[in-house]
């Protein structure tokens, strides 16, 4: 059985730091594609980071460039898949899901891509 699990989230002030993980099991995720997305109260799931299999690739959405950074385990089977939020602002107030591609096409925005979703966890940032 496939499982993605996002931890690390909570609570922080405007202006600081959070890192969340995301912990694959139930096959080997070397060779997927992984991304963040979010999703606040009201809206629509956005699409947040995403790094190829190698690492080698990320791509960020234009709200959280230079503030978010992807990354992911190089060694334990690349089965962890981490999201550095540095200068975090209320707006990033959200619903954080990981999620896996295995499609091996490359990174993507794009949600219909991923196959496997974490359950979520909660950041909120306090003005």
């Known amino acids: 059985q496939v499982q993605l699990v996002e931890s690390g989230g909570g609570l922080v002030r405007a202006g600081g730091s959070l890192r969340l993980s995301c912990a694959a099991s139930?096959?080997?995720?070397?060779?997927?594609?992984m991304g963040w997305f979010r999703q606040a109260p009201g809206k629509e799931r956005e699409f947040v980071a995403a790094i190829s299999w190698s690492g080698g690739e990320q791509y960020y959405a234009d709200s959280v460039k230079g503030r978010f950074t992807i990354s992911r385990d190089t060694f334990n089977a690349q089965n962890t898949v981490y999201l550095r939020m540095n200068s975090l602002k209320p707006e990033d107030t959200a619903l954080y899901y990981c999620?896996?591609?295995?499609?091996?096409?490359?990174?993507?925005?794009?949600?219909?891509?991923?196959?496997?979703w974490g359950q979520g966890i909660q950041v909120t940032v306090s003005s």
């Open positions: 999620a896996a591609d295995p499609s091996g096409w490359g990174p993507t925005l794009e949600a219909t891509r991923y196959d496997y």
């Open positions: 139930g096959r080997t995720f070397s060779s997927y594609s």
